[in-house]
């Protein structure tokens, strides 16, 4: 099992940026794919970003171009780099860790992003 913990989110105006980080509790590395969701209010929680144990990255349509995903196995860490962010990427953003073998999911306890003027 593993303990993920969100930090970085916070009030930012249109076109501005932010760096979210997730620290994981042990190591995530070869063991883990990692990602980051988001859940708006009212809204299913959906998938942002994604980074395999091998380095494969996908992104959420909405954010192809504006968000960047990345993980250091050394220090146990995914961010997430959000730049020319928009109102509609205002939501409650979530670090998941996904098993490789599929033995089991993990989520953080997620970091508020708003996005306003």
């Known amino acids: 099992q593993v303990q993920l913990v969100e930090s970085g989110g916070g009030l930012v105006q249109p076109g501005g940026s932010l760096r979210l980080s997730c620290a994981a509790s042990?190591?995530?590395?070869?063991?883990?794919?990692m990602g980051w969701s988001r859940q708006a209010p009212g809204k299913e929680r959906e998938l942002v970003a994604a980074v395999t144990n091998g380095g494969q990255i996908n992104y959420a349509d909405s954010v192809k171009g504006r968000f960047t995903i990345s993980r250091d196995d050394v220090k146990n860490m995914v961010y997430l780099q959000m730049n020319s962010l928009k109102p509609e990427d205002t939501a409650v953003y979530y670090c998941?860790?996904?098993?490789?073998?599929?033995?089991?999911?993990?989520w953080g306890q997620g970091t508020q992003v708003t996005v306003s003027s």
């Open positions: 998941k860790a996904d098993h490789v073998q599929s033995t089991g999911s993990y």
């Open positions: 042990k190591s995530i590395f070869p063991l883990y794919d």
